[in-house]
């Protein structure tokens, strides 16, 4: 597809399973984000890759969250132990160049809804 | 104080009306300022950067007070599918990150026939 594909859309999981959510941005973009979106809340920075580089994690709440962009293109957020306060939309977003912070153009996909139980 | 602070609403406003949006950010470093829309249940999306002369498209004007750390929106003629919540995007530009995007919590507006 020409947009950015997230999967799954909606995860519900138990207490204390790890789960594993997948971007796949816009063929040739070369910066990656993912955030986190609590309901009625703008969209929580959490980290973002240039290539396969991570620039940046400070956004990330603790060690049980990590992500990996391994070639540069497709990215897996994963999320260990989960928690209920986990709970969330994680969007993923990518944009053309590493300058895309400068210009503010993120693409974003649907999301990846989760629910810890 | 928050990085990204904005009246969280909501607008109720009626067809043609003009509304504003303010938005305030803490770290006087920041170069790029944005608005995006989020329609309800949907991805948010780029509405208009924000460039320090003003800048305008149709009936959306934003402004930037660099001095005062302050971001506007005006919508002038509202439509009915000018319906949505408007989102204060600044990157902050910590420690030299160019991507660090940081969003507001976002302004719902409501227009009424």
């Known amino acids: 597809g020409a947009g950015v594909s997230q999967s799954p859309r909606y995860k519900v999981t138990k207490r204390g399973q790890d789960v594993a959510l997948r971007c796949d941005p816009i063929s040739g973009h070369v910066s990656l984000y993912w955030y986190r979106q609590a309901l009625g809340q703008g969209p929580e920075f959490l980290t973002y890759?240039?290539?396969?580089?991570?620039?940046?994690k400070s956004g990330l709440p603790n060690d049980r969250f990590s992500a990996e962009r391994p070639e540069g293109s497709i990215s897996t957020l994963t999320i260990q132990r989960t928690e209920q306060r986990d709970s969330a939309m994680y969007r993923c977003?990518?944009?053309?160049?590493?300058?895309?912070?400068?210009?503010?153009?993120?693409?974003f996909g649907e999301g990846s809804r989760l629910t810890v139980l | 104080r928050k990085e990204v602070e904005q009246d969280p609403g909501p607008f109720n406003v009626p067809e043609g009306a003009t509304v504003a949006f303010n938005c305030t950010y803490s770290n006087s470093a920041s170069q790029s300022f944005f608005w995006y829309r989020q329609d309800c249940r949907k991805e948010p999306k780029l509405l208009m950067s924000v460039y320090s002369s003003g800048n305008e498209d149709g009936r959306f004007t934003a402004q930037l007070n660099r001095a005062s750390q302050y971001i506007s929106l005006l919508i002038r003629d509202s439509k009915l599918s000018d319906s949505a919540t408007y989102l204060c995007?600044?990157?902050?530009?910590?420690?030299?990150?160019?991507?660090?995007?940081?969003f507001g919590k976002g302004t719902k507006l409501s227009v009424k026939p």
């Open positions: 977003a990518s944009s053309f160049s590493a300058e895309g912070a400068d210009t503010g153009e993120l693409f």
């Open positions: 995007v600044v990157n902050m530009n910590y420690g030299g990150s160019q991507g660090n995007l940081i």
């Open positions: 890759f240039n290539y396969e580089a991570q620039q940046d």
